[in-house]
């Protein structure tokens, strides 16, 4: 249906799920043939269609997109295009078997085209005359989607991309989801729209066909292949599993010690509140705040908002002088009214504490924190093993709150528990 709002569209899927056939070939078939549905609530087109459809390699675009489309070599006619709309079919120069265009009869008497393509061609082969709709099976790299942009401009056509995000978090997955994956399974930005759909959504799989898949799915591709949400892979900083982590929204109990961790900069300041729970050793964090180009006025506000008697951590920056006044930040927040005390900025070791958490279930993340979520997803290193400073607020957050914020929260008002060491209060170690 969104195919009548917009031209640009996603169906970021799980393995399995239906992409192919149900999310790409049907409706790239009904537009060549020109044979909708009456109850088909997409975009339609009264005259015969120039298309491409692409793969990965000559070899899944034949065996996969060629296949579903004409059906086996040899049996043109079983697949989703039906014989009787079949025209020439045009086989590729020493292609083994693979289909270089094929005609399809146009229910207003003229004929289709669709052409297959493979992304290992390279963009070269992307380039040349316009085209009413292109379909990309698998995610393409920048350049081949550019040009596929090119191609669709004069006719104003329908760009359908079906993947699932294996690669992670990438400008094309980045261009459909701008503020990071928020639990949205529709989002519509421009003139693009995405739509999510995973295991749980595909009723042709069983819930045998489920736990046989997930048992054999590398663990920081989970929620990739099953959910359609995008991983960044083996680069992953935290390579757990979201849904090992998230929990659903409960009120705190008062006689659990809070605290939260400040990460300040003018085009991005996050704040993040955690509870931890003695009995288990567990950290719940439970409240964020994320806001950019905002003086430390308004941020103190919303942290006092959550509780003044709080005491907080912060990043130890935040002694150094703004470019502005010259200022101290630490000492603007304090003047602000909020306690805060510098966090221990040691990257590498913090990381690895709050990982050994994340591993032992002792660090839990309520379900309504949309913007940690997005940041957990796109904190990763980059090829020469550096993390990637960007989007990572609340990730440094976190580790604030973890290294140095447990030993200074606190019960509710109990301020006076400040003065016993963090062993005595619990039994446990800060990490």
């Not at 790239?28 to 997409?42: E, I, K, Q, S």
């Not at 989002?187 to 819930?207: F, I, K, N």
């Not at 959910?227 to 960044?232: A, D, H, L, T």
């Amino acid at each position: 249906a969104l195919g009548r709002e917009v031209r640009t569209r996603c169906f970021m899927a799980g393995n399995r799920v239906g992409k192919t056939e149900g999310g790409g070939g049907y409706e790239v078939v009904l537009h060549l043939t020109g044979d909708y549905p009456d109850w088909w609530p997409g975009y339609r087109f009264d005259h015969p269609t120039s298309w491409w459809a692409a793969g990965d390699t000559r070899e899944t675009v034949r065996d996969i997109i060629q296949r579903k489309l004409l059906g086996a070599d040899g049996e043109h006619g079983t697949g989703l295009i039906p014989k009787s709309s079949l025209g020439a079919v045009k086989m590729r120069p020493n292609g083994n078997g693979s289909v270089d265009t094929v005609r399809v009869r146009h229910k207003s008497g003229g004929w289709s085209e669709l052409g297959f393509k493979s992304y290992e061609q390279g963009r070269v082969s992307f380039q040349g005359t316009e085209k009413h709709g292109i379909w990309l099976d698998e995610e393409s790299d920048e350049g081949i989607r550019s040009e596929c942009i090119m191609r669709l401009m004069t006719t104003q056509g329908l760009l359908i991309e079906t993947f699932t995000p294996l690669k992670g978090i990438t400008l094309i997955v980045k261009g459909y989801m701008p503020d990071g994956y928020k639990d949205d399974r529709v989002v519509v930005t421009g003139d693009r729209a995405l739509v999510m759909a995973g295991w749980d959504d595909a009723p042709h799989l069983s819930e045998t066909d489920k736990a046989r898949m997930m048992a054999e799915c590398e663990t920081h591709l989970l929620d990739a292949r099953s959910k359609g949400i995008p991983s960044i892979g083996s680069g992953a900083i935290y390579p757990v599993p979201e849904t090992l982590i998230v929990v659903d929204d409960f009120d705190i109990p008062q006689n659990w010690r809070r605290v939260y961790a400040l990460d300040v900069g003018w085009n991005r300041t996050a704040a993040l509140w955690g509870a931890h729970d003695f009995r288990s050793d567990t950290v719940y964090l439970y409240s964020e705040h994320y806001l950019g180009q905002a003086v430390p006025a308004i941020h103190a506000e919303a942290v006092k908002s959550r509780g003044a008697t709080i005491p907080g951590v912060i990043d130890p920056a935040s002694r150094g002088r703004t470019q502005t006044d010259g200022q101290n930040l630490l000492d603007q927040y304090r003047s602000l009214g909020l306690d805060l005390t510098p966090a221990n900025n040691s990257v590498e070791s913090g990381i690895y504490d709050v990982w050994q958490r994340m591993q032992t279930g002792r660090l839990k993340v309520f379900r309504s924190l949309q913007n940690w979520r997005a940041e957990y997803r796109m904190y990763r290193r980059d090829e020469k093993g550096r993390i990637v400073k960007e989007y990572d607020h609340l990730m440094d957050a976190t580790r604030y709150l973890i290294v140095s914020g447990l030993s200074v929260a606190v019960t509710g008002d109990r301020a006076d528990l400040r003065s016993m060491p963090f062993q005595a209060q619990t039994g446990f170690s800060a990490i």
